[in-house]
């Protein structure tokens, strides 16, 4: 059968069960846009920047738990959409990224001339240490195998970004389908015999440990283990903490989550991990944000075994690790829950259990004195009550950065069908309006995005495309005038010299409502604490988009944290994870260390 290369590739990503492709239209990629304009089951999704595109199809394939896609054009096409792959990448999330490029004549090769054809750029190279594979399709009857090899690297072990880099010429290719050659992938070179002698092994020290924690990680998700992970947590009835992104995993009043430990982190959190004498970390880096900068400060008194798929993330590790298990997550925690009931193995854990519950009851994330602010709102009393205004199926996405990250993840008391996202690991600003559309469209459910004033300029374009699209999208402006977290830096290491980082330092912020409203998205504001519930409900009730300002100090600070402190002798001392700042006084912390 003779079929247009560009009318294959979009029949083949619709055919992966893929409803949505995240597009900015361009003459380098004509003949793709044309055909994905006419592909059955498949709609585009336009919006009005790659980068936007990139950051919609990131969030939309977590939320969807299949392949994420992207069309770009060349040139600066290509290079806006590279922040959204480098998140993809660090996120481990399967996108597959499609722009176009000059013809094949007019490519530069290896002439060494800087460009030939127009808007020509090596994306290819510039994409390839944050994708998991990178090809720019020379020739046409080869689309099938890159198109095979690409989802399938996509997803197979740590999942992440690829990338099919199609000239103009190749795309108006006209193929023979039958004659396509399709990608083999080697076969498997797991070895099961091994894996059940460490789940013995893992199994034999459960039996021993009288202050288990579990760490559990977003690779829980990647394996589609949500299900099978519960069961595991109910069978075990052990405390757990979680990663912030892998937080969605256990709702907030389950009686085993002891919620979000690390440099910011709840008192009862990093007390329940640094007081552990065994720790099994399944499907989480354990990066320097959730352990700290010292490695050797992390859950001294703890036996640790660490599952992950990556051999580079177990080969990392700057402090001992007792066993290293290299497994999908959802795979290892299916396995051991087998072989637990199998062997009638239970823990003795209650008194343990007791402690930590006991630690989550006295130290609250939530202040009373926060309570007393009365000229602005203060996040906590914001998210605190966002937690319980929104419904147990929304969808929430946070910005990646100060308030509207920090807070949120700190604060948010989630419900089980809640989903909530972000790309923490990256931290870019202007993630928040995309990630929310990509999710919104994923879902079909609500979604609420929750970003600050500064993070949100950088994709504010896509008001537009929310308006277009009438999605049911409550955007919540978190507005200290300015960005939170440089002016807490400026505050805490230079002395309140800002730098573009308020009005005052050459930093031009434009009023959001007014904005919101030229885009013909309604508006609210929160000035203060009064009849918040009631305001945020009006916001969430509102038919279509809304956005709503909460107006904040800029002054806020985020606790509670590790900070350094002056020592006895004059000099600074990094916190541990188990002194936070606010410092408790010395006798009341000695009681919380076991």
């Known amino acids: 059968?003779?079929?247009?290369?560009?009318?294959?590739?979009?029949?083949?990503?619709?055919?992966?069960?893929?409803?949505?492709?995240?597009?900015?239209?361009?003459?380098?990629?004509?003949?793709?846009?044309d055909s994905i304009g006419h592909t059955e089951n498949l709609a585009y999704i336009t919006l009005l920047h790659e980068q936007a595109c990139s950051f919609a199809a990131e969030t939309y394939a977590r939320i969807s738990d299949n392949i994420g896609a992207a069309l770009v054009t060349t040139g600066p096409g290509g290079t806006n959409a590279v922040t959204g792959c480098a998140a993809a990448w660090l996120e481990s999330t399967p996108v597959i990224f499609i722009s176009g490029q000059a013809k094949t004549a007019d490519l530069k090769g290896?002439?060494?001339?800087?460009?030939?054809?127009?808007?020509?750029?090596?994306?290819?190279?510039?994409?390839?240490?944050i994708t998991k594979y990178a090809v720019t399709v020379l020739d046409p009857d080869e689309i099938k195998y890159h198109l095979d090899k690409a989802l399938y690297l996509a997803k197979e072990g740590r999942p992440g970004p690829v990338w099919l880099d199609i000239p103009l010429d190749v795309q108006a290719s006209m193929l023979e389908?039958?004659?396509?050659?399709?990608?083999?992938?080697?076969?498997?070179?797991?070895?099961?015999?091994?894996?059940?002698?460490?789940?013995?092994?893992?199994?034999?020290?459960?039996?021993?440990?009288?202050?288990?924690?579990?760490?559990?990680?977003?690779?829980?998700?990647?394996?589609?283990?949500?299900?099978?992970?519960?069961?595991?947590?109910?069978?075990?009835?052990?405390?757990?903490?979680?990663?912030?992104?892998?937080?969605?995993?256990?709702?907030?009043?389950?009686?085993?989550?002891?919620?979000?430990?690390?440099?910011?982190?709840?008192?009862?959190?990093?007390?329940?991990?640094?007081?552990?004498?065994?720790?099994?970390?399944?499907?989480?880096?354990?990066?320097?944000?959730?352990?700290?900068?010292?490695?050797?400060?992390?859950?001294?008194?703890?036996?640790?075994?660490?599952?992950?798929?990556?051999?580079?993330?177990?080969?990392?590790?700057?402090?001992?690790?007792?066993?290293?298990?290299?497994?999908?997550?959802?795979?290892?925690?299916?396995?051991?829950?087998?072989?637990?009931?199998?062997?009638?193995?239970?823990?003795?854990?209650?008194?343990?259990?007791?402690?930590?519950?006991?630690?989550?009851?006295?130290?609250?994330?939530?202040?009373?004195?926060?309570?007393?602010?009365?000229?602005?709102?203060?996040?906590?009393?914001?998210?605190?009550?966002?937690?319980?205004?929104a419904g147990e199926t929304d969808v929430l996405i946070p910005g990646s950065s100060g308030a509207g990250i920090d807070v949120f993840w700190l604060c948010l008391k989630n419900k089980s069908k809640q989903r909530m996202l972000a790309t923490g690991s990256l931290g870019s600003m202007g993630y928040g309006l995309p990630a929310a559309i990509g999710a919104c469209l994923a879902s079909g459910q609500r979604t609420i995005c929750i970003e600050g004033d500064g993070s949100i300029?950088?994709?504010?374009?896509?008001?537009?495309s929310i308006k277009g699209m009438n999605l049911p999208i409550k955007i919540f402006i978190l507005?200290?005038?300015?960005?939170?977290?440089?002016?807490?830096?400026?505050?805490?290491?230079?002395?309140?010299?800002?730098?573009?980082?308020?009005?005052d330092s050459h930093l031009y912020l434009p009023d959001i409502l007014k904005v919101a409203e030229g885009y013909g998205i309604p508006i609210f504001e929160i000035r203060n604490h009064k009849n918040i519930q009631s305001h945020i409900e009006?916001?969430?009730?509102?038919?279509?988009?809304?956005?709503?300002?909460?107006?904040?100090?800029?002054?806020?600070?985020?606790?509670?944290k590790v900070v350094s402190r002056v020592s006895e002798t004059g000099s600074m001392e990094s916190g541990g994870l188990i002194d936070l700042w606010p410092f408790l006084p010395e006798e009341e912390l000695k009681k919380n260390i076991l």
């Open 1 to 33: 059968m003779k079929k247009k290369l560009s009318d294959f590739i979009w029949e083949y990503i619709a055919d992966l069960g893929v409803k949505h492709v995240f597009m900015f239209p361009g003459g380098g990629a004509m003949h793709l846009v």
């Open 110 to 129: 290896t002439s060494g001339v800087r460009q030939k054809g127009n808007q020509e750029i090596g994306i290819v190279d510039i994409v390839a240490s």
């Open 177 to 389: 389908t039958e004659s396509l050659k399709s990608y083999r992938p080697n076969e498997s070179t797991d070895n099961p015999k091994e894996l059940e002698m460490q789940l013995a092994e893992v199994a034999s020290m459960l039996k021993m440990a009288k202050r288990p924690v579990m760490i559990a990680g977003q690779g829980i998700e990647r394996g589609k283990g949500r299900q099978i992970f519960k069961e595991l947590v109910e069978y075990l009835n052990i405390p757990v903490l979680t990663s912030w992104i892998a937080v969605e995993l256990l709702p907030f009043v389950h009686p085993c989550n002891m919620g979000k430990p690390g440099m910011v982190a709840a008192r009862y959190s990093n007390y329940t991990m640094q007081n552990a004498d065994f720790i099994l970390a399944v499907g989480t880096r354990l990066d320097p944000a959730m352990i700290g900068y010292n490695p050797k400060d992390f859950a001294p008194k703890a036996k640790k075994v660490i599952i992950d798929i990556d051999p580079a993330e177990l080969n990392k590790f700057e402090f001992d690790v007792d066993l290293k298990i290299q497994s999908d997550a959802a795979l290892f925690i299916h396995k051991l829950l087998n072989m637990l009931k199998q062997d009638s193995v239970r823990l003795q854990a209650e008194e343990w259990m007791h402690i930590c519950q006991e630690w989550k009851r006295k130290y609250p994330l939530l202040l009373p004195e926060y309570d007393q602010e009365t000229e602005y709102v203060n996040p906590y009393i914001f998210v605190n009550a966002l937690s319980e205004m």
């Open 457 to 464: 300029q950088l994709n504010i374009q896509e008001f537009a």
């Open 479 to 503: 507005d200290n005038s300015g960005y939170l977290s440089i002016m807490n830096m400026q505050r805490a290491h230079f002395e309140g010299r800002y730098v573009g980082s308020n009005t």
């Open 538 to 560: 009006r916001v969430l009730n509102e038919d279509g988009p809304a956005l709503c300002r909460v107006c904040m100090a800029d002054d806020i600070v985020i606790q509670p």
